[in-house]
């Protein structure tokens, strides 16, 4: 091989590199969103004794950052009620984007 073909082979394999990376970046995310969201369900049904569906679909759908905001917000909640007007204040200014299907 010569010095132009060994170029184009690590370019392409650093190409690879890259996007195998930022398919495991992604998995990761997407794979802690859902943890996140798994583990305030919980925390609502311990507190509250249940859920709705309304507030399950809201917080199986959010993304990170959005989870974040309701998980620091949900020692103020005195009913289940104060959490799904959470939704209805904050939850509608992000974008379903981010959101999983």
């Known amino acids: 091989m010569n010095l132009i073909d060994d170029e184009q ?5 650093m190409t ?3 996007q195998l990376r930022q398919e495991g970046m992604e998995k990761g995310m997407k794979e802690t969103t859902l943890k996140t969201s798994r583990i305030l369900v919980k925390q609502i049904n ?4 249940k859920v709705s569906p309304m507030l399950k679909q809201k ?3 959010a993304d990170i950052d959005l989870l974040d905001k309701f998980g ?3 020692f103020d909640f005195e009913n289940l009620e104060d959490a799904e007007t959470w939704w209805v204040i904050y939850g509608n200014t992000h974008s379903d984007s981010h959101s999983r299907p």
């Open 72 to 74: 620091e917000s949900i």
């Open 16 to 18: 690879v590199a890259d």
């Open 46 to 49: 311990r507190r509250f004794g």
């Open 59 to 61: 917080l199986m759908n």
């Open 9 to 13: 082979a690590w370019e392409v394999a």
